[in-house]
């Protein structure tokens, strides 16, 4: 049974939560002790719906025009052809995100008034 190119579709949606989920268990195992769902999910939903967003228009860029994947590869360096690629993607987004954090933290920090 051949997959349709939605089944693909859903499957790399799929991957790239997975990604996400791993990048951020990863993460938070330094706050084992004190980690709250709550407190996440509320501190983080809009990375959460940024990097989903992300992935979502990937995967659909990939539906629409296959032969994209070449083009997304060289602005990001993952090649989306792959489905697996789609798991490495979203951990790459959650490092990204983690570090745009960081770099905005400071400049807040830096701004005076």
């Known amino acids: 049974m051949e997959n349709t190119v939605w089944e693909g579709f859903w499957l790399n949606i799929v991957l790239a939560l997975a990604g996400l989920v791993i990048y951020t ?3 938070v195992r330094e706050y084992l002790n004190t980690f709250d769902w709550g407190i996440f999910i509320k ?7 940024w990097a989903f967003s992300l992935q979502v228009i ?3 860029i ?7 994947s ?8 993952i090649d989306l052809g792959e489905p697996m690629a789609f798991v490495t993607s979203g951990a790459a987004l959650g490092a990204a995100a983690s570090q745009a954090a960081k770099v905005g933290k400071k400049k807040d920090e ?3 008034v």
């Open 70 to 77: 070449e083009a997304i590869k060289s602005i990001t360096g």
């Open 25 to 27: 268990l990863w993460k």
């Open 110 to 112: 830096n701004d005076t």
């Open 58 to 60: 990937f995967a659909l």
């Open 43 to 49: 501190r983080n939903k809009m990375f959460w719906l």
């Open 62 to 68: 990939l539906v629409i025009a296959p032969d994209a």
